[in-house]
């Protein structure tokens, strides 16, 4: 580690000139009426049909997940054609990065490094001089093939004929996507900083720092997740404090206190304690926290108002909380006013009403043993679910 902040810094000055995208919050999210949700709606009947009439209506975001740079174009410029005629920003997002998902429920993307460089091309050349929102690859750092964490374990993502420099390449492949991206003027950048029951702030923040962050607005929080905004609002002021703590004051990012230490991540009421460590540290540093200037996050509230399941305790030998877990439901609708320094904006980016996958909670399948049914695959609709989201919905969601 000898060298390690070193390595890592790079200059106040460079934060600051971060692409900042003119988007106000007088203007409003796009709203899609050719969104994978209405279409859902048009094809369904009864009740489903209804549920998914009624999401279609709250904006949410445009994923691209493959094709060619051609198509990639045409399919983001229609979008961002449309919203910008409606005078509203479109939330789009880059999901095709090579060995997305360690080849698991969501795998796919490019087949190497220089077909994703130039696919991403296709994506900002629809986007042009255009206002939109990016978020660049959801677990594009929390997920890495064959990556060693700051404690020198390898993670889980370990796919045979790989290793060697397969993290490297991510890195080196996100490197050129914000490159390509933070060159359109109009853009705010959001790179993937994971989420509050994930890694810890030193861990994040060095991710996002090696991908480049400096050139990007922030990070993006719990896409796909349903930890509650009490957890991920601060565990976003901690990432940005982090991020800030080793840039300019050489911190080790080990050092950087988190929602494991000196907080108890189960006792809420002691996070607190994470705040304070972190007050210390700036003190110690002789650095004023600017949040401001500071990378800035936003946030998935679209399946997040009941926050995380809580599995039967000894009942599943690997219970993936993160799989279409049952009772859950939609949380604060979007919006670009957060009223919070580090949060640009709560925003629906996993599509709420689509499923997670398969879930088998180590049963072996097909059937979802907590839901006694085999759920659709990663993406599909799934009208079960969809319900839930709009019946447990915190705050509530009218029906009318």
């Known amino acids: 580690m000898k060298g390690f902040a070193l390595g890592l810094a790079i200059s106040f000055a460079a934060l600051s000139a971060a692409a900042s995208g003119q988007i106000t919050r007088s203007q409003g999210i796009f709203v899609d009426p050719n969104s994978t949700t209405a279409q859902a709606a048009a094809r369904l009947g009864g009740q489903a049909a209804r549920d998914a009439l009624l999401l279609s209506r709250i904006p949410s975001a445009s994923w691209f997940t493959g094709g060619t740079p051609e198509m990639v174009e045409a399919k983001v410029r229609d979008i961002v054609d449309r919203a910008t005629a409606a005078g509203q920003i479109p939330v789009l997002v880059a999901y095709n990065i090579p060995f997305r998902d360690c080849a698991l429920y969501s795998a796919g993307g490019a087949r190497d490094g220089a077909a994703y460089l130039a696919w991403m091309k296709g994506f900002a050349a629809g986007i042009g001089e255009r206002k939109a929102i990016v978020i660049l690859e959801p677990d594009g750092l929390g997920i890495i093939p064959w990556h060693q964490t700051l404690d020198g374990k390898v993670e889980h993502c370990q796919p045979a004929g790989q290793g060697g420099g397969a993290s490297d390449a991510r890195y080196e492949q996100l490197r050129g996507a ?36 400096a050139r990007a607005r922030g990070f993006f929080l719990n896409v796909s997740n349903f930890e509650s905004d009490a957890r991920v609002v601060p565990y976003a002021r901690w990432v940005s404090d982090c991020i800030a703590l080793v840039t300019r004051g050489g911190l080790d990012p080990r050092a950087c206190p988190s929602q494991y230490g000196p907080a108890d991540f189960k006792d809420h009421e002691t996070w607190g304690a994470t705040d304070a460590a ?53 949380g ?48 599909s609709w799934f009208a079960e679910q ?14 009318d």
């Not at 029951?197 to 994040?204: K, M």
């Not at 399941?309 to 939609?330: F, Q």
């Open 278 to 330: 972190y007050d210390s540290l700036f003190e110690q540093a002789g650095l004023r926290r600017d949040p401001v200037s500071q990378k800035h996050a936003v946030i998935d509230t679209s399946r997040n108002g009941k926050g995380s399941w809580e599995p039967p305790v000894g009942k599943y030998s690997d219970a993936e909380v993160w799989c279409n877990p049952p009772g859950r439901g939609l």
């Open 386 to 399: 969809a319900r839930e989201l709009i019946e447990f919905a915190n705050p509530p969601i009218s029906e």
């Open 332 to 379: 604060r609708q979007p919006t670009l006013a957060s009223g919070t320094p580090h949060v640009d904006a709560f925003l629906w980016i996993k599509i709420p009403g689509e499923s997670d996958g398969e879930c088998h909670r180590g049963r072996g399948g097909p059937a979802d043993p907590e839901r006694g049914l085999t759920a659709p695959p990663a993406g």
């Open 178 to 213: 914000v490159s390509i991206l933070a060159s359109l003027s109009n853009v705010r950048l959001y790179l993937d900083g994971t989420g509050s029951s994930w890694l810890a702030p030193g861990e994040a923040a060095t991710r996002l720092i090696k991908a480049d962050v």
